[in-house]
């Protein structure tokens, strides 16, 4: 379902009529008659779809975390919010970027239009900009041949469904100017090689069975997800355009499951 699409619509549709509605038919109206319903409604409701439209466009998002990809930082059930500005202003619908501000850095987690499925949003974090060399190996990340340092923190144990219960490393990771936990299970190769697709760019990149090397193309980024090795991030589909990008998540707002996860800030 497209929500931004459907939401422009009734935009549309409801301004439209109170636009006739003001201009035109109230002045030819029985000021002592109601008025009729498709009428009523419409005006009633476009202020309000007004406002929906214009946060949603151009200012904050919500989302819905659905799977584990991100855990620790983001666990199923999550609902966070999505800063739209942040990267600059887009058109909504067209997601076409009309207003400049800032890029992408490494660290930020980043919410983005999925590449083999645009309809599709995605959530991971970016680990590499435009001109950055990424390479994983045996589980090390490299980031312009430079080692990004880990920290060990301790075991890590979460509910996969239909797996059950699930044990994992957690790291801290330094990655630009904060760091992050992330996850790993030394059960699990670091990378399924024959899970790598053919994508755009792809020859920017030099895969083996233990790892890879790419090299991010101009207006393009590399992500991850935090949860390693249960992601479907970059490794395998390639990378993110620039006319891909939503914006940026930064607050958990909602968790049924779990309310002292509610105001969390997401880093």
Known sequence: MNFPLILFSLL????????LDYFILRHKRD???EEPWWIEYPKSFFPIILIVFCLRSFIIEPFKIPSGSMIPTLVVGDFILVNKYTYGIRLPVINKKIID???????DVLVFRYPEDPAVDYIKRVVGVPGDVITYHNKQLFVNDKIVRQEYEGDYKYVEPGLGYIYSEKYAEYLGETNHSILMNQEINGLQYSSVRVFPFRENCQYSRTGFTCTVPPDNYFTLGDNRDSSSDS??????????IVGKAFMIWWNFGDFDRIGMRIQ
Do not use: L
Not at 12 to 18: E, H, K, Y
Not at 101 to 107: I, R, V, Y
Not at 235 to 244: I, S
């Open 12 to 19: 549309v549709i409801t301004g439209a009529v109170w636009v």
């Open 31 to 33: 000021p002592d008659k």
């Open 101 to 107: 501000m800032n890029n992408p850095k490494a660290g």
């Open 235 to 244: 490794r395998y589909w390639g990378f993110v355009p620039e006319e891909n």
